[in-house]
């Protein structure tokens, strides 16, 4: 899997880099439009996260000129601007996902998976870890064939810490996943562990194996050895 | 009291009292001088008739002397004294039959040795008459240029200070919110034009100064968001790296919840300035009901996590003219307020009636500072997790629409109260 990050913030774009690796992804990178444009121009990416406002030009004239050129790579826009115009047009100009800054690095990488999966796996919707497995369009969780009556919180939270897997996803990070813009109004994210167990008791009794392992306190973790 | 009240007042004032005290003046001025006439008149007619009466004396015609005119008597007498006496009596005239006033000289002289009085008296009648026309003609002269006088003040006082009122009603009518320059008319009064450049110079820089300050809030907090955005992707990055001991995670747990609070204030920044920007321009009506209970709704999880009461009477509901997103954050911000800061097992009353959306929670047993709580960065208690935004965008968005927001604490409670403007009710 090819990811294009455009992103003039060197750190940032170095952060995504690194994480996405780790993940399995060939990353290649652009600091400004005019690269943007160059790399769009000669290769064929699965996903392209682009940032709205580079130094020399607006991002959202790359995806313009994506979708002349009728290719069919994801876009997931990333911008500081936050505006909801902004997301308007991005999603009104064929950008599959908007995502505004600060985000988190899981998120970002449960949107590229979600792109992917998407793009590629076009009809069957179905995402499989092990004995889990989930139905994407029908939002259901079956282990081994057999569904599991979960809320809709709940397959979020599974869907989010399966698709990434082997990593620490920070509380904030699941706070903001499941409960959105609301997240703000909590004084501390502990409701979050009544969520988990809650999770994990449903899944044991449906003969899961225990996956999600909490770690110091910073976050949980799907593990699988 | 308006300026050119004020001003015709005191003209006013002025031209009564003028006229009070002149009139009179005038006719006691204006007699005087006609008797005084009367007077030599009447000195000048005993000196011709002198001569005359000695003549008579001589030729002994005195008796026929007497009958020449009515208003000359002459009489012989003993007494031989010279004087002249001049008196204004009161004379019956049988013709009339009315006391018609006189002015009588009676003098006395000896003549070819013999002394007598010569008495001359003449009507008054006709000076009087003629002085009573003038002090007539002259009082309506004055009241009709005192009237004149009014009447051209008036109108150029509001002709000159018509510029000023123009002026007046472009300042009231002035924001400096909006982006466009006060431009205040030509004068061809000096003052008014000085008056008005001025202004528009005063405005200009206020503006100036205000727009500046937006744009380093805007630029500041835009700026901002990439260092943040970095920050919080090293820490997820180092929260990937192992080992990870307890003590590294302790630490890198209270950078990220540093770091998120500093995202929320940043956030709410953007917020504030994109309101008092007016970028929420898109305008609708929304109804507020369904607008609480979906933000309820939103909120069930935080709800049942501090076991709040919450109690929703929505009465008639009230209908906005304003962008969905704005009146979703304005009652959103209320609410969460309501939760954040209520106590576990507290409760919550909102209701929806009179034209009032009201949000009322248990919490904090003292009221809070009402001149203080709609300004920036107040924080309600010693809460580290609110950054002091909330109420002030509440506040901000209630301007916008010219809301009226109003605290009040009764009963344990802490009440938000919001009027909208009578127009946008139901």
Redesign the interface.
């Known amino acids: 899997m090819r990811i294009l990050i455009v992103e003039d913030e060197k750190e940032l774009s170095r952060s995504m880099v690194k994480y996405l690796q780790q993940e399995n992804y060939l990353c290649d990178t652009a600091y400004s439009f005019v690269e943007a444009m160059n790399k769009v121009e000669t290769y064929e990416y699965d996903c392209i996260l682009l940032d709205i406002s580079l130094p020399d030009g607006n991002g959202l004239k790359v995806l313009e000129a994506l979708k002349n050129d009728r290719k069919t790579d994801g876009v997931i826009i990333i911008s500081a601007k936050d505006s909801l115009d902004d997301k308007i047009t991005g999603l009104k100009l064929g950008a599959d996902d908007y995502l505004p800054k600060p985000f988190h690095l899981s998120e970002l990488s449960a949107r590229i998976e979600a792109v992917i999966r998407r793009k590629s796996f076009q009809g069957s919707n179905t995402f499989v870890v092990n004995e889990l497995s989930f139905d994407l369009s029908a939002r259901v969780v079956s282990v081994n064939g057999i569904p599991v009556d979960l809320t809709r919180k709940e397959y979020d939270l599974l869907l989010y810490l399966a698709s990434s897997k082997n990593r620490v996803i920070s509380k904030n990070a699941i706070a903001e996943k499941i409960s959105g813009e609301s997240a703000d109004v909590y004084d501390n994210f502990d409701f979050i562990y009544a969520h988990i167990k809650n999770l994990k008791k449903k899944l044991t009794a449906a003969g899961c194996e225990d996956y999600i392992e909490s770690v110091y306190g910073i976050g949980y973790k799907f593990t699988i050895r | 009291m308006k300026l050119l009240k004020k001003t015709i007042r005191r003209y006013l004032v002025y031209s009564v009292i003028l006229l009070l005290v002149e009139i009179p003046i005038f006719y006691v001025v204006v007699q005087r001088l006609v008797l005084q006439g009367v007077d030599r008149d009447l000195m000048t007619t005993k000196e011709l008739l002198k001569p005359k009466i000695g003549e008579a004396v001589v030729k002994n015609t005195l008796g026929q002397l007497q009958f020449a005119d009515r208003n000359i008597s002459i009489s012989i007498t003993t007494i031989s004294r010279v004087y002249d006496s001049l008196a204004s009596v009161e004379i019956y005239d049988s013709a009339t039959g009315r006391k018609v006033p006189h002015r009588i000289l009676t003098s006395s002289f000896s003549i070819n040795g013999k002394p007598c009085v010569l008495q001359v008296k003449t009507s008054l009648l006709d000076n009087f008459s003629l002085i009573a026309n003038i002090v007539k003609v002259q009082l309506a002269l004055l009241v009709l240029l005192l009237l004149g006088l009014l009447l051209i003040n008036r109108n150029l006082s509001k002709k000159i200070w018509d510029p000023f009122y123009h002026t007046l009603g472009k300042l009231q009518r002035y924001n400096i919110d909006q982006r466009e320059e006060l431009s205040l008319d030509q004068s061809s009064v000096k003052e008014f034009n000085d008056l008005n450049r001025s202004l528009e110079g005063l405005a200009r820089r206020a503006q100036d100064a205000y727009i500046s300050e937006k744009a380093f809030t805007e630029n500041a907090s835009?700026e901002m968001?990439?260092p943040?955005?970095?920050?919080?992707?090293?820490?997820?990055?180092l929260?990937?790296t192992s080992p990870?001991t307890?003590e590294q995670?302790?630490l890198?747990?209270e950078l990220?919840?540093a770091?998120?609070r500093m995202?929320?204030l940043n956030?709410s920044l953007?917020l504030l300035t994109?309101i008092e920007n007016n970028?929420f321009a898109d305008v609708g009506t929304i109804l507020l009901r369904p607008v609480v209970l979906s933000l309820l709704q939103?909120?069930d999880?935080?709800i049942k996590?501090k076991s709040l009461d919450v109690t929703f009477e929505p009465g008639d509901d009230i209908s906005l003219n304003a962008d969905r997103?704005l009146i979703e954050i304005l009652a959103?911000n209320l609410l969460?307020n309501a939760?954040?800061h209520n106590i576990t097992g507290g409760k919550i009353y909102i209701t929806i009636k009179d034209n009032c959306f009201r949000v009322c929670n248990s919490g904090s047993q003292t009221p809070l500072d009402e001149k203080k709580i709609f300004n920036r960065f107040v924080k309600g208690g010693n809460?580290n997790?609110s950054i002091g935004l909330g109420l002030a965008i509440v506040n901000t968005i209630c301007k916008l629409y010219q809301y009226r927001l109003q605290y009040n604490f009764a009963d344990n409670m802490h009440c938000f109260s919001i009027f909208p403007k009578d127009e946008d009710k139901v």
């Open positions: 835009h968001q990439s943040l955005a970095v920050l919080q992707s090293k820490l997820e990055l929260m990937q990870l307890a995670a302790q890198i747990s990220a919840d770091g998120r995202s929320r956030k953007v994109k970028q939103q909120y999880m935080q996590e997103a959103g969460a939760i954040r809460d997790n």
